[in-house]
């Protein structure tokens, strides 16, 4: 977008490259004052940097900021970070429509009030939730290039409804991770590699990169990512963000482009806790396109943000899953430690060791489920485009990606893909028995298991290890992570930011029973607040050379 009017050229958070902006919108100028933080409409001045849900609302209903200037300025941010600058490639496309939506729900606001606490906030969304205006939704893969659904996808139903502006659509993983063994995260053939903010030669894990990458460079206010396996909690580590991953069901997967019906779900990535559980407020309750969503009848609450309580630990009985998830990583390690005294000193009843019983020994089993799963439901989604979709299989995109080698496959293949169209039909006794092990394993013999035992109100565990250097050649060097019992058995779990290994963040992760959201919202927010790890990134172009 153009800009004119400004005169203040400062370094935008600290980076050299990046200059301080003036927007003009209805014949006031608005400029970003200090290092980025600020911008004055002469009113008074209005943060943006690490801006929150409820401040901006309350700036909105103040009248020191209008729908349209928030989206004005995100999507400079956008072109001056993501594009430019540190080049974070956080971004496919942004909403050619977005500051049209913004002046609709600014006019509406007036004749009418507010909708609520989305109403006029800009969320991005990652590219495979669809979404019917002139925004695609490809999985970040050329072969869908050019693809737009004929109807929204439940989450962004929800969204609208709840007044949000859909900013733009977040790089990710390719396919979600899901085509080759040997990815690099954060790739997409559309998107390019995304880099991570903090260390821009590092990764910023996946698949759900980009929204995490953008929540945490201030690009949005709050994102939407999905997971099937550590694809929202993962990135939420390696970016210094909250990730929150339902319980499978309790959000609508309808068009969505699948991996895996029994795994799969969107979740929030935001800057707090208290932002998460404003926008899984908007994105929960049932959708008659999503049968999953049926379970969800009776623990669907209205507003999460109730159980925001920074006392919420007082009590609490955290067991700490030690066995497979500690040991991985010695800093990682240290780090986990000092947030297990924390939990401590805030009143948990902390039981350690709690470890999972059979945790790894489904491993094998998820990934048989989860490649029958994709065949499956990823050419029930591309069927259902229509005739003017560019590939309607699985068949098709593999065929596609061959086609394109140069541009699609120039760092990893496809062999996923290529196991998953050697599947049979969800009849199969491979599957059934892959699965019900999964299930077995997961849930009543592994997390139920454990958290009766002990009678536990969570378990705890770090996200994973801090974020790796971006490789090409080989693909990602992942040395631990605790996503896949909660991601198998479809449970929720949240990661939260617990400190820095080299200027790197990482997170703690609270998972537990299904629908058990509220208990873990109360629990991470109170470590949150007992903590404030959190900090924005400062775009280094590599590691410091001392711990911070």
């Known amino acids: 977008m153009d800009r004119s009017g ?48 409820a401040g901006l609302q309350a700036d909105m209903q103040a009248g020191r900021l209008t729908a ?55 969320v991005l969304l990652k590219d495979n939730i669809d979404t019917a205006d002139r925004m695609t939704t490809t999985a970040g893969s050329l072969a869908l290039e050019g693809s737009i659904p ?22 990710m993983s390719e396919w979600a991770n899901i085509r080759s063994n040997h990815s690099s995260s954060g790739w997409s053939a559309r998107g390019g590699q995304c880099r991570n903010p903090y260390v821009l030669d590092r990764n910023p894990c996946g698949s759900s990169s980009g929204s995490a990458v953008a929540v945490s460079a201030n690009l949005c206010a709050v994102a939407v ?45 935001c800057r707090s806790v208290a932002d998460a559980a404003a926008l899984l407020s908007a994105m929960a309750g049932p959708d008659p396109r999503d049968v999953a969503t049926d379970r969800s009848a ?7 943000t109730k159980f925001l309580d920074p006392a919420g630990l007082r009590g609490a009985r955290i067991g700490v899953a030690r066995a497979k998830f500690f040991g991985y990583h010695d800093a990682t390690d240290r780090a986990a430690e000092s947030a297990l005294d924390v939990l401590r000193r805030q009143g948990a009843v902390v039981i350690d060791p709690a470890n999972i019983p059979h ?48 541009r699609e496959m120039p760092y990893f293949g496809q062999e996923l893909f290529l196991q998953a169209q050697e599947k049979g039909p969800l009849t199969s006794p491979a599957y059934i028995k892959a699965r019900n092990k999964c299930r077995g394993l997961s849930r009543s013999l592994g997390i139920d298991a454990v958290m009766q035992k002990h009678r536990l109100d969570a378990l705890v565990a770090p996200t994973g290890n801090p974020a790796w250097p971006t490789d090409l050649v080989n693909g990602d060097h992942f040395t631990g992570s605790s996503s896949t019992p909660a991601a198998v058995a ?41 903590t404030k790890h959190r900090r924005p990134p ?7 050379p001392s711990p911070a």
Request: glycine letters at 12%; hydrophobic letters at 40%; one cysteine or more.
């Open 68 to 122: 349209r200037q928030l989206v004005e300025n995100y999507l400079d941010r956008i072109k001056r970070l993501d594009g430019q600058g540190p080049q974070l490639h956080s971004i496919i496309e942004t909403n050619p429509d977005a500051l049209s939506v913004a002046d609709e729900l600014d006019r509406e606001r007036k004749a009418r009030g507010s909708r609520g606490p989305l109403h006029g906030i800009p």
């Open 538 to 544: 400062r775009f280094l172009p590599t590691i410091e």
């Open 150 to 171: 004929q109807s929204d996808s439940g989450v962004a139903v929800r969204l609208r409804t709840a007044g949000a502006v859909l900013l733009a659509k977040a790089n």
């Open 225 to 269: 990512g999905t997971e099937t396996d550590g694809s929202i909690v993962c990135p939420a580590s390696n970016n210094g963000v909250v990730g929150l991953k339902p319980t499978v069901g309790l959000v609508s997967r309808a068009g969505i482009i699948p991996i895996s019906h029994t795994q799969d779900t969107a979740g929030p990535l």
């Open 298 to 304: 009776g623990h669907v609450q209205r507003d999460y």
């Open 6 to 53: 400004g005169t203040d050229r400062r370094a935008f958070l600290g980076y050299a490259a990046l200059v301080g902006v003036a927007a003009v919108s209805g014949g006031r100028a608005l400029r970003l004052s200090g290092p980025g933080k600020s911008f004055d409409r002469g009113l008074g001045p209005v943060e943006l940097d690490e801006a929150t849900i």
């Open 359 to 406: 945790a790894g020994e489904y491993d094998d089993a998820e990934l048989e489920v989860l490649l029958y799963e994709l065949k499956s439901d990823l050419n029930a989604y591309l069927a259902a485009l229509g005739s003017s979709a560019p590939a309607h299989t699985l068949g098709d995109v593999i065929q596609f990606n061959e086609r394109h080698r140069e």
């Open 490 to 530: 479809g449970y929720p779990s949240i990661s939260v930011p617990m400190g820095f290994v080299y200027g790197l963040p990482v997170n703690l992760s609270f998972f537990g029973r299904p629908w058990s959201e509220p208990t873990l919202i109360r629990i991470g927010f109170a470590f949150e607040q007992a």
